[in-house]
């Protein structure tokens, strides 16, 4: 387990990260900046303030090379499954336009800038993945989180979740999915400076929002 002492640094330096990433994205809305510099810079600092602040996968239970090897390698694999079964989705025209790719959209997966999140949020004992991923149209950039199930031990996508865009005053980002299938993340305004709470739950055949709470103002906010 870490040290009391590394996880106040990684909690210190997720907020800071993740404050960061929404200032950048704030000053792109105001100015109409360019999307794709400024929305990956954010979304990088976003990304590494999730994966200071939030838990991922349980973590190997010896501090060992052998042990943080096999971790590596099944977040690779993961990786890999997430690439295919995208790919997959997109072969299929019904899935294909769920996702917004066709004309000349450029979608993308974001695996490597954002962590994917595992977990059972569909309660068939089976894990369960959620990747970002971002469709580049003419007009803008859209960020969306693609909702993967496994159907006999193969991921298949079943969803799709709107983030964001260039042009919106919002940005919705997941941290984790809890024991008991919630995903929990955060959902910035940034006209009016707030960040809210936000819990999705799986809901027969889609994530919907079940809650919101607006986070507490930092001190001498």
């Known amino acids: 387990m870490p040290e009391p002492q590394c996880v106040c640094i990684l909690t210190t330096a997720g ?16 100015k109409n900046s360019p999307v794709s510099l400024y929305t990956l810079c954010a979304f990088a600092g976003i990304s590494l303030a999730i994966a200071c602040q939030s838990p991922s996968r349980p973590q190997p239970a010896a501090d060992t090379p052998a042990a943080v090897n096999q971790e590596g390698n099944e977040y690779l694999d993961a990786m890999a499954e997430v690439v295919t079964a995208f790919d997959a989705a997109r072969s299929d025209t019904a899935l294909s336009k769920m996702i917004g790719s066709g004309g000349e959209n450029q979608v993308k997966l974001l695996t490597r800038e954002a962590p994917l999140l595992f977990g059972d949020f569909n309660a068939d004992n089976a894990e ?26 193969k991921l298949r996508l079943v969803h799709v ?5 260039s042009e919106s005053k919002s940005l919705l980002t997941f941290h984790h999915i809890d024991e008991n299938g919630i995903i929990q993340g955060n959902e910035a305004e940034f006209e009016k400076g707030l960040i809210w709470d936000v819990r999705y739950k799986w809901q027969g055949s889609a994530l919907e929002e079940v ?3 607006p986070q507490p103002a930092a001190p001498g906010s």
Do not use: C, H, W
Not at 129 to 151: C, G, H, M
């Open 128 to 153: 369960d993945i959620i990747s970002a991923y971002s469709v580049v149209t003419p007009q803008d950039e859209k960020l969306n989180y693609a909702v993967f199930q496994r159907d006999n031990g």
């Open 161 to 165: 979740v709107p983030r964001g865009t």
């Open 211 to 213: 809650s919101r709470m």
């Open 15 to 30: 907020l800071f990260f993740k404050q960061a990433g929404i200032f950048i994205l704030y000053i792109q809305y105001m």
